[in-house]
């Protein structure tokens, strides 16, 4: 059974920084891309990052390229989206995200289709 834990959210001021976790379980977690979501009140679920097996490749989102970095730690079997720079639009519930079958080293995700396992959120708002 996979599971995922997202953790790390709360409230900041517009320019501060929040680290979200992932702690993913049930699998060998280094064979799998993963994704970062996000989904603001009223809107529809968003593509914000994603990153390869082995964190080699990274994706972004235009609206968070150069503020937001998603690293890995196929040891600690964690993904993390390091948050700066955030803005009061960046407010909202962020998911962590896995495929169903296993990822060729250089393979990520763009698509919330690609992705069948999903993290119960953590809430992220921004003040301005």
């Known amino acids: 059974q996979v599971q995922l834990v997202e953790s790390g959210g709360g409230l900041v001021q517009a320019g501060g920084s929040l680290r979200l976790s992932c702690a993913a379980s049930?699998?060998?977690?280094?064979?799998?891309?993963m994704g970062w979501f996000r989904q603001a009140p009223g809107k529809e679920r968003e593509f914000v990052a994603t990153?390869?097996?082995?964190?080699?490749?990274?994706y972004y989102a235009d609206s968070v390229k150069g503020r937001f970095t998603i690293s890995r730690d196929n040891a600690k079997n964690m993904v993390y989206l390091q948050m700066n720079s955030l803005l009061p639009e960046d407010t909202g519930v962020y998911y962590c995200?896995?495929?169903?079958?296993?990822?060729?080293?250089?393979?990520?995700?763009?698509?919330?289709?690609?992705?069948?396992?999903w993290g119960q959120g953590t809430q992220v708002t921004v003040s301005s």
């Open positions: 995200a896995a495929p169903l079958v296993s990822s060729a080293s250089g393979s990520v995700y763009v698509d919330s289709r690609s992705y069948n396992y």
């Open positions: 049930g699998r060998t977690f280094s064979n799998y891309a």
């Open positions: 990153i390869s097996r082995y964190g080699i490749i990274t």
